[in-house]
């Protein structure tokens, strides 16, 4: 595409490198705390360093990097900071298939992705930058880790948990995929762990509620966090076990179904269980026999992989209100961990119930009415709705939601229930028996237990020359580490060897851009207060619910703490961009189609680039990157170049204050063409819709507009030619920021372009191309089209029939008769 390229073309080449290095050099994109004007924050989440970056990983730093130079020439005082989440298991996962040190894996990483992102041309305010795998950084990981500890928020426990084989590692239950491990793709394993945990429960209904306050997030996220969370409502009751004096406690939000339960499912963990096998000494073998198949396997697995599965105990339990003898099961598909772990199964009404009951010859009995279908009829699919119950004793023909009231305050009357609410919502597991990450400062005392190490003891530094097998945890292998003093009694301790979940770091990073030097807090809360909240957050959706319901969390609790002042929200505004394929595919190593940030930006520019991933498509899309794409921009570039460059001396002297005296309808184009382009650029940015595709495509048309009143003679000393010339680069300066400061430059400037501010539209300039013709049916006014002067008379009635109220009032009949008056009136008689 190159060779095609006219003699006179933008040489990117010359100039990009330079500007990046005078923006540096001269701090343009610093954001300063005492700043007059009104603050606003852009982010985008915390990158991984994992290697090299790709045009799909630049679409999410240029819209950013887009929509803040966008609001600084707005009259923003912007922060928007750029740093690195630097632990975790790539790094580790490198030691052990290269031998290289974590440590400088990493920075080499971050090295070579900041000198990358560097290259995209983006502002970031680099004084802020962190990484979180540094000392000073993970410090304050530590000392927030010990404030909740001292809140009773961080806390351990036995608890089987989802463990990777292969990365020998706890996963949260958010890390768990299919089944698999999110990272690595491996079967997950149920386990027993002693492990950290953070109370994250405590604040599910406030997590819930402030949901309804997002309102500058898209919708499908914030559905993803609502279930996530998964608040129900319902009854906790129980039932005698008979014979052996123990009672079953279990939840559920249908106790209007309670006539309808045939069975009791346990899980094979169930406490009882063992008192069962021990009275019922016939059906022991079986017990344990089922027991050992469900052993080991993760929860995906139990609940949706597995065959539905279970064996009769022998007991039976005690419906509280029919007295009916209900068999007790154990199964595959209940667990422990959750809710009470027994179920009361109830085949007609619920569909695993049903599935199981059929399997296993248990009865079915239909308590609720399905509407259309008679209530004698052998019950052939669960019915899940609502109705009127029936066999069901004193309640029957009373409606569901009724009957859930009556049937829970009768269970509570009977001292045997409670209404309760649930929650899907678990703990949050952090441990993670890996050697790259943040040390939890626990010291296990044989005395005095876990014993928090004291805030002036922090950090406890990550040891480095850990051997690193990919085998069990490093750290618990490190004598050195490992061996150390009881803070309060001064006696043998040991250190705790866990590292911290990634998700802690990122949960709390964007505080820290804030007052990134403070040796004595995480943050200071004056600081803080001056620019939090986040106003537009920026990344992908994938994070949905990790890192976003987590952040949440730990703002909650700041919130509560007085670290925070305002909401107990952090993130404002939130978008999800689109991906970037190549060839119709996500882009990958593997399969070959990767289009990397160091050949686009050596081959057709940076510029471009930016340009083709604002334009290709609305920036929440999918794009697809081509070879054609790029070039039209490059193409666009060279075009803006042979504009404006040969001007450039002359345009200076145009006022930018107002749009000049113009005459004939070439001037007026021009001029238009500048002020829709400046008013597309202003209301994508007040929106927030961030659409600036439609901006670039109004950007192309003034660039046309401009390339053909050029071509007239006499035009290089035009006003409007000038103006727009002169306008330009402020046009620019949000997508194509080199070109931008290069004309600006040639225009006579000594300031960046970019510490200048976005033109108000003047709504002038914008009039004189669009009339408004009234279009009348048998002399009533059936519509107003908006137009450009001159629309012919032909072209104006098909824009007319194809509006529904003119057509419907037509309505098939002869036009006998047509008044035209251009740029005004048409005028349709039909009969
Ligand atoms: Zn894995
Ligand atoms: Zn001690």
Known sequence: MLEERPAQTYDFRTFERAWQERWEREGVYRALDDDPREKYYVLEMLPYPSGDLHVGHAKNYTLG??????????????????????????????????????????????ANMERQIRLMGTGYDWSRELATCEPSYYRWNQWIFLRLFEDGLAYKREAPVNWCP????????????????WRCGSLVERRNLSQWFLKITAFADRLLASIETLGGWPEKIRTMQRNWIGRSEGVTFSFEAEGLDERISV??????????????ALAAEHPLVAKIAAAHPECRAALEAFAATVRNKSELERTSLMAKSGVFTGAYAVNPLSNERIPIWITNYVLAEYGTGAVMAVPAHDERDYEFARAHGLPVARVIEEPGTPSDVPVEAAYVGDGALMASGAFSGTNSERARKAIGDRLVALGIGEWTVNYKLRDWLISRQRYWGTPIPIVHCPQHGEVAVPDAQLPVILPADVPITGEGSPLARDAAFVNTTCPKCGGPARRESDTMDTFFESSWYYLRYLDVDNGRAPWDRAR?????????????????????????????????????????????????????????????KSRGNVVGIDETADKHGVDAMRLFLLKATPPEDTMEWTDEGIAGRVRFLDRVWRACEPLAGRARITALTHPPEMRGDEQREVVRAVHAALKSGADE???????????????????????????????????????????????????????????????????????????????????????????????????????????????????????????????????????????KLLSLVVA
Not at 93 to 99: D, L, M, P
Not at 171 to 178: F, I, M, P, R
Not at 254 to 264: E, K, P, Q
Request: hydrophobic share 40%; glycine share 6%.
């Open 528 to 588: 803080a207060n001056a620019w939090m909240n986040v106003d537009q957050y920026i990344g992908g959706a994938e994070h949905a619910v990790l890192h976003l319901l987590y952040a949440r969390f730990f703002y909650k609790y700041f919130h509560d703490k007085g670290w925070v002042g305002g909401r107990d929200e952090p993130f404002e505004r939130l978008f999800n961009q689109g991906m970037v394929l190549r060839n119709g595919e996500k882009m990958s």
């Open 65 to 110: 990097d887009a929509y803040a130079r966008m609001m600084r020439m707005q009259g923003y005082n912007v922060v928007h900071p750029m740093g690195f989440d630097a632990f975790g298991l790539p790094a580790e996962n490198a030691a052990i298939e290269r031998g290289i040190d974590p440590n400088v894996w990493t920075h080499s990483n971050i």
């Open 685 to 823: 940015t007040q929106t927030r819709r961030l659409h600036y595709n439609t901006t670039l495509a109004r950007l192309d048309e003034l660039v046309n507009a401009m390339t053909k009143f050029g071509q007239r003679a006499g035009s290089e000393s035009d006003p409007a030619l000038l103006y727009a010339v002169h306008v330009m680069p402020l046009l620019l300066a949000p997508f194509a920021p080199h070109i931008a400061d290069e004309l600006w430059a040639r225009l006579g400037y000594d300031r960046s372009v970019h510490s200048e501010r976005w033109i108000p539209v003047d709504p002038s300039a914008l009039a004189v191309s669009e009339v408004t013709v009234v279009v009348q049916v048998n002399g009533k006014i059936r519509a107003r089209l908006v137009t450009a002067p001159g629309t012919s008379e032909d072209e104006m009635l098909s824009r007319a029939l194809a509006e529904p109220n003119v057509s419907s009032n037509i309505a098939g009949k002869e036009i006998r008769k047509r008044v035209f008056v251009p740029d």
């Open 251 to 264: 939840f559920t939000t249908r106790i209007d179904t309670l006539f309808g339960v045939t069975y009791i």
């Open 166 to 181: 292969k990365d020998q590692t706890v996963l949260a239950n958010e890390q768990v995929e299919d089944g698999r491990c």
